[in-house]
């Protein structure tokens, strides 16, 4: 594992209090609108750094927002995800991008970037809120509290400016759901490296999903789906044999009637990078592969349930400059996608541009340190949080760009 060096800083939050006979006795009823930002360097290295950034909305509900900081003599801004951020002299600004620019009152959002420096690498001391800049709450607000050393400290709270009231929506929000995964290691939950980008998922959703994330790491679909039961022969059409046709655990676990799948829920597959092993019991043939898919969908849809199937994220591989795809599967995904009626996103495809737009390529094979090293672990395939929560945007973009009805469920 990489071990690189993280800072954290949250602007602790400041109480104002105002005379009497002054401006006005701030008190809870008439506290002004405010936000919070949390600011985390993720990884630090010669000339370069990762920041992860949180805002939180703690007033009225905003349509779109901007972030404002200053950046040190020496810093820059390379490459940005989750938002569009500019730079004019040493003012940046982070601007939401389509996917994300509603942010209910208590609810946050979260962008990223990579950044040069030279010198030193301060942490911005003050950041403006749609123009605004970071204040305190008023000493009256009951829910300020002092964080203990061994937790992470609130926000900063800071004013911004009023916004015309909304019309009040006709419609009802959408019904809680649960979206349930199932994968390999580049989707799977982790705290450390490996981190798969379903660990970062929840983060583009609203609070009415639940992500059941059961992506398990070396899986190809077939072990997933019979965990314990593939065996280490082939058969005469050279697939790997079942010793038992009965499901593993966490498959089982997702078409129990009591506690599994309910209706108007989602399913999101992700197979095709372990599938291509040639021994057993991991390798998959490509029929076999689109049969399993199948199955899956079949099984899904009798329960009400929506399944979304995803080609597979690509590992990092240069051609020069340029970032090139290197997974099979991607056209059995399509495939089985149109012959059970089926969305598919094309994950492959999508990363491949990604680590084109961060230029990624060409990089020197040292995936501990610069830009390459702050999206991936140490290997051409896995991921960092920071490149986890990149590829999870991708399927938040797919979903709104394709038209795919968990889009309602963005943030």
Not at 223 to 239: D, H, I, M, P, R
């Amino acid at each position: 594992m990489k071990v690189g060096r993280s800072r954290l800083v949250v602007l602790a939050a400041t109480v104002l209090t105002v005379a009497a006979g002054g401006l006005g006795i701030a008190t809870a009823q008439a506290a002004a609108p405010a936000c919070g930002v949390a600011y985390r360097v993720t990884s630090e290295w010669t000339g370069g750094f990762g920041a992860d950034v949180v805002v939180t909305n703690l007033g009225d509900a905003v349509t779109s927002w901007t972030l404002g900081w200053s950046l040190a003599p020496g810093q820059g801004v390379t490459q940005a995800w989750n938002a569009t951020v500019t730079v004019t002299g040493t003012a940046a600004t982070a601007t939401n991008v389509s996917y994300n620019g509603a942010v209910g009152s208590g609810a946050s959002v979260n962008f990223g970037f990579t950044g040069s420096w030279s010198g030193s690498n301060p942490v911005p001391s003050s950041f403006s809120f749609n123009g605004v800049t970071c204040a305190g709450p008023p000493a009256a607000t009951p829910t300020a509290q002092t964080p203990t050393p061994t937790q992470t400290p609130g926000p900063t709270p800071c004013p911004e400016p009023s916004t015309p009231q909304a019309t009040p929506s006709t419609s009802s929000p959408p019904a809680p759901i649960r979206v349930w995964m199932a994968g390999d290691s580049t989707m799977m939950n982790a705290s450390a490296c490996p981190i798969g980008w379903g660990s970062q998922f929840a983060s583009y959703l609203t609070s009415n999903v639940t992500v059941q994330n059961s992506a398990v790491g070396g899986r190809s679909i077939q072990t997933w789906l019979y965990e314990g039961n593939v065996t280490s022969t082939k058969n005469s059409a050279g697939e790997c044999t079942l010793s038992s046709t009965a499901y593993s655990a966490r498959w089982s676990a997702m078409l129990d009637t009591a506690n599994g799948f309910k209706t108007g829920d989602y399913l999101i597959v992700q197979f095709g990078i372990n599938d291509g092993d040639s021994a057993c019991p991991r390798h998959v043939g490509s029929n076999r592969f689109k049969e399993l898919l199948g199955v899956m969908a079949t099984a899904a849809k009798a329960r009400g349930v929506k399944p979304i199937f995803v080609t597979p994220v690509a590992a990092i591989t240069c051609s020069g400059g340029t970032a090139v795809g290197n997974r099979g599967f991607v056209t059995e995904t399509t495939a089985a996608a149109a012959a059970n009626g089926v969305p598919v996103i094309d994950l492959h495809a999508r990363s491949v541009a990604l680590y084109n737009t961060l230029r990624l390529c060409p990089n020197n094979g040292d995936y501990s340190t610069g830009a390459v090293g702050a999206f991936f672990c140490n290997d051409h395939t896995h991921f960092e949080a920071a490149g986890a929560r990149q590829i999870a945007g991708l399927i938040a973009t797919a979903l709104k760009a394709q038209n795919i009805p968990l889009a309602a469920y963005l943030k």
